[in-house]
């Protein structure tokens, strides 16, 4: 809304870290700003798109809400109790979610060959 045009993203999940051990975590590509309605590009003012720490935030609450909607729909197999599944949710809205940002990359074939796991790149 800010920027006034749409905003592209790139997301791949990582199951797994460097050495093997099982690491849940999301790896997100976005660009540093917009497209209008006219397909101009609208850069954003600063080096960040979005502060760090809103980022952060909002990404868990909506991350916990789409929990909570599959929930209610009965789409989570391996916890099925409601009290359990409003026991974790709430746990989970209570802690700081990390989301680690970095300004433009200027090493993009690097950084996709990384995010696919593919040495032929």
Not at 32 to 40: A, D, K, M, R, Y
Not at 53 to 58: E, F, I, K, T
């Amino acid at each position: 809304k800010r920027l006034g045009g749409k905003l592209g993203m790139t997301a791949v999940l990582h199951t797994w870290g460097q050495n093997l051990s099982q690491h849940v975590h999301l790896h997100c590509l976005v660009p540093g700003g917009v497209l209008t309605e006219n397909q101009e590009w609208h850069s954003a003012r600063s080096t960040y798109l979005f502060p760090v720490r809103a980022l952060s935030r909002h990404f868990r609450g909506k991350m916990v809400s789409a929990l909570r909607e599959c929930a209610t729909a009965g789409k989570l197999d391996r916890i099925t109790r409601a009290d359990e599944i409003d026991q974790l949710l709430d746990q989970l809205m209570k802690k700081d979610w990390v989301v680690y940002s970095k300004p433009c990359i200027n090493h993009t074939e690097t950084i996709i060959r990384y995010l696919a796991r593919d040495k032929s790149l």
